[in-house]
């Protein structure tokens, strides 16, 4: 069984995403990347009579190697496992056009986000073309699934709630790109033409942390954009059972890191809530009185959030510029990194037998 293999059906059993096979780069003897085993087929006169609009560039190569499908992903992409263990239990022959080499490889692959019920966000194009992009994610609202490509970008993903978002930058401010309905995203392990792994962002693995909502500002971004998202019903978006337990593990974790006391989780309408016997969020030196209480809370929708009912706590936090959870991952030494390139899970049996 190929590593790709057990990625993909860990994606489509275990998270109900529909996954589909994609092109692979090519590699020289000196690693660089020479071109996309879908070159071959493209030059044939079956795929010009077949797929007309299928074309290379003016140089005959492929403009995006290692990302365009090879089947017809749309209607095809599936959580079948036979059909995974079709396209994915054996390896594929490519032609590299410039030596005439056969090679034979497992399929990268992709996941169709509009048939998984994910939106994917593309935080360093915001970054790079809009600034800071807590002006629509505060932190909290981050800290969601995260991948990195294996050009070292990051996807923010969220869950679409059933809203039927679309797919592209049309009509959006600069800097929002997503990728919803009728778009994919390349996720691990494929590689990518830079020779690195697509990969997940340690503790922001599918299995390490739930998928968030759509935060509120980039909803009403979308919303507002026309054809990027259509009348639905409005109603209280909650998480799975298995993502609330996910995130309670996230909570234990930090606390156990963080060397804070806190009782048992105990139901908090529908989500789950710890009470701190200390309030981690005053100086040691000076303590509050017992009229405030710490805690931290898992919302029926998969956020965290922590805090104080006092008030010179509710202050200090203000002040800092974050939110009480950041402030306890922080402590805790798993504090969110800037979006530069971050520690990802780099090997499959982590993936597979942890990570998903």
Same mark, same amino acid.
């Given at each position: ?11 489509? &059993? +275990? ?11 090519? *590699?020289?003897?000196? %690693?660089? #990347? ?7 087929? /493209? ?5 010009? &009579?077949?797929?007309?609009?299928? *074309? ?13 499908? +090879? ?14 263990? $079709? ?5 594929? $022959? ?8 056969? !090679? ?8 169709? #986000? ?6 994917? *966000? ?9 600034g800071d992009l807590l002006d629509i994610i505060p932190s909290h609202q981050q800290e ?16 679409? &709630? %059933?809203?039927p978002y679309g797919n592209s930058t049309q009509g959006l401010p600069p800097g929002i790109d997503i990728r919803g309905i009728g778009g994919y ?10 020779? +690195? ?29 026309? %054809? ?18 996910? &995130? ?6 930090? !606390?156990? =890191?963080?060397?804070?006391? @806190?009782?048992?989780? =105990? ?27 710490? *805690? ?5 929708? %998969? /956020? ?24 306890? =991952? ?10 530069? =390139?971050?520690?990802?899970? @780099? ?10």
């Amino acid at each position: 069984m190929t590593d790709n293999l057990r990625y993909a059906q860990a994606y489509a &059993q +275990r998270l109900n995403w529909s996954v589909f096979p994609i092109h692979n780069p090519i *590699f020289d003897a000196n %690693g660089i #990347c020479t071109g996309c085993t879908c070159e071959h087929y /493209r030059r044939s006169d079956e795929c010009k &009579q077949k797929h007309p609009r299928l *074309f290379l560039g003016s140089d005959g190569k492929c403009a995006n190697p290692g990302k365009c499908p +090879r089947v017809a992903w749309a209607s095809k992409s599936t959580t079948d496992n036979a059909i995974i263990s $079709r396209w994915w239990g054996q390896m594929w $022959r490519g032609v590299d056009v410039d030596t005439g080499e056969v !090679i034979e490889v497992s399929p990268n692959l992709a996941i169709d #986000c509009g048939k998984s019920g994910i939106l994917a *966000f593309d935080a360093d194009t915001y970054k790079d073309q809009a600034g800071d992009l807590l002006d629509i994610i505060p932190s909290h609202q981050q800290e969601t699934v995260t991948a990195i490509t294996g050009g070292g970008g990051t996807h923010l993903i969220y869950d679409a &709630q %059933g809203k039927p978002y679309g797919n592209s930058t049309q009509g959006l401010p600069p800097g929002i790109d997503i990728r919803g309905i009728g778009g994919y995203i390349v996720v691990a392990p494929s590689v990518h033409k830079s020779g +690195r792994r697509y990969e997940w962002e340690e503790l922001y693995s599918p299995s390490q942390t739930a998928l968030l909502p759509i935060p509120k500002a980039l909803d009403a971004i979308l919303g507002a954009a026309h %054809g990027n998202r259509i009348r639905y019903a409005p109603g209280t978006p909650t998480a799975a059972p298995q993502a609330i337990q996910k &995130q309670a593990g996230l909570v234990d974790q930090v !606390i156990d =890191r963080a060397k804070l006391v @806190a009782d048992t989780a =105990r139901d908090y309408g529908g989500g789950l809530r710890w009470i701190l016997s200390e309030c981690p969020f005053c100086p040691e030196s000076d303590p509050h009185a017992d009229d405030g209480t710490p *805690f931290i809370i898992v919302l029926p929708d %998969g /956020r965290i959030v922590a805090g104080c009912h006092h008030n010179r706590c509710r202050q200090r936090i203000a002040a800092a510029g974050v939110s009480g959870w950041h402030m306890l =991952r922080k402590r805790a030494g798993l504090e969110r990194r800037p979006f530069l =390139r971050r520690q990802v899970i @780099a090997t499959v049996p982590a993936m597979v037998g942890a990570a998903l």
